[in-house]
Nanobody
């Protein structure tokens, strides 16, 4: 069974940094893109950052210059480096992967990791 395993959330003070990691566990034949979303209570899930297999990355305006999404590595892992964090970044962060296992397209989601920015 293919799944995404996230790690790295936690509590951090305003202005601090956190690094989230997401690894694809299980067999896949293609990995097209990976992304990080976040969600707060009562709100829709928001795309924060994404990266394609060509290494093209995109960011929501509110995190540009503060967050960096890595390219895939050979272990199908992606990281989200989050710097200069503020209270508005508090959310549950979810990893997403667009992948395939031979002819079967997979839309994978992680279980979510809590990020809390508070003094």
């Amino acid at each position: 069974q293919v799944q995404l395993v996230e790690s790295g959330g936690g509590l951090v003070q305003p202005g601090g940094s956190l690094r989230l990691s997401c690894v694809v566990s299980g067999r896949i034949t293609n990995l097209y893109s990976m992304a990080w979303y976040r969600q707060t209570p009562g709100n829709q899930r928001e795309l924060v950052a994404s990266v394609t297999s060509d290494g093209i990355s995109k960011y929501v305006d509110s995190v540009k210059g503060r967050f960096t999404i890595s390219k895939f590595n050979v272990r199908n892992t992606v990281h989200l480096q989050m710097d200069s964090l503020n209270a508005e970044d508090t959310a549950v962060y979810y990893c997403n992967a667009d992948a395939a296992n031979w002819g079967t397209r997979l839309d994978l989601w992680g279980q979510g990791t809590q990020v809390t920015v508070s003094s």
